[in-house]
């Protein structure tokens, strides 16, 4: 489907999206870094897209910097055992993006009188490890960007399907950030969970855990606290 082909509800909600996140990204151009103190071997954006790159060519199934979802989930007392998830392949997959300039609006669609066309994005780096715990299956991304306080911006579109957010809700998460060290569980169904990364250098990271919302209705064990449990104790794998 084209931008000319969105309804007018598809083209108010895409415009909502964009604009939350666009006026997320100018604000953060003039901010400082959110890296926090990073502890020995904390992460940095050039780690994360070197690993990510490296996964494009050479597939596996172990999750990388010692992320172990098992110890995770029963460290926030979760019953069960999680399985690598073989249904795109391998487990753990890798992509990068170089970045965007500043696109037009789709056609149609209202927009911010100071904000002529859709930020430029900078590049990025994402990692998903997926696993199957019961008859749900769990994703952990880690996604990272070169420039401070704008991944969770640009992870937007996935933080509203993995919460399945309205646009209102989908704002707040682009206004009410977590800081370096904190996870916050997202959406009423409480089927993900947020944190940013304390890490090395320039950039932004964060790792969302979430439930992956095309195995069906959520598991209810893996939901709310326990998932943003799970999700703290990854981030403290990290460390």
């Not at 392949?89 to 859709?118: E, F, R, T």
């Not at 299956?137 to 399907?161: K, S, T, W, Y």
């Amino acid at each position: 489907m084209t931008a000319a082909q969105l309804t007018a509800a598809q083209r108010r909600k895409l415009t909502a999206v964009f604009a939350a996140a666009g006026i997320a990204l100018g604000a953060a151009a003039c901010s400082s870094s959110a890296g926090g103190v990073p502890g020995p071997g904390a992460l940095s954006y050039g780690s994360v897209r070197s690993t990510a790159e490296k996964l494009q060519q050479d597939k596996q199934d172990t999750c990388p910097f010692g992320l172990d979802l098992g110890k995770a989930l029963q460290a926030a007392g979760i019953p069960g055992t999680a399985t690598p998830d073989h249904e795109y392949g391998h487990a753990v997959q890798g992509s990068v993006g170089d970045g965007l300039p500043p696109q037009p609006w789709p056609s149609g669609a209202s927009h911010p009188p100071a904000m002529p066309s859709i930020p430029a994005t900078p590049p990025h780096a994402d990692v998903i490890c997926a696993y199957q715990v019961g008859t749900a299956r769990l994703d952990l991304e880690l996604f990272a960007v070169p420039q401070p306080e704008v991944a969770v911006n640009l992870l937007l579109p996935g933080i509203q399907r993995a919460a399945g957010l309205p646009v209102a809700a989908l704002q707040q998460v682009a206004t009410e950030q977590p800081g370096p060290g904190q996870t916050r569980l997202l959406g009423s169904k409480g089927t993900a969970a947020l944190a940013r990364i304390a890490h090395q250098g320039e950039g932004d990271i964060v790792l969302m855990l979430s439930q992956n919302p095309s195995t069906g209705e959520p598991d209810q064990a893996l939901t709310g606290e326990p998932l943003r449990k799970a999700a703290a104790a990854l981030v403290d794998q990290l460390h």
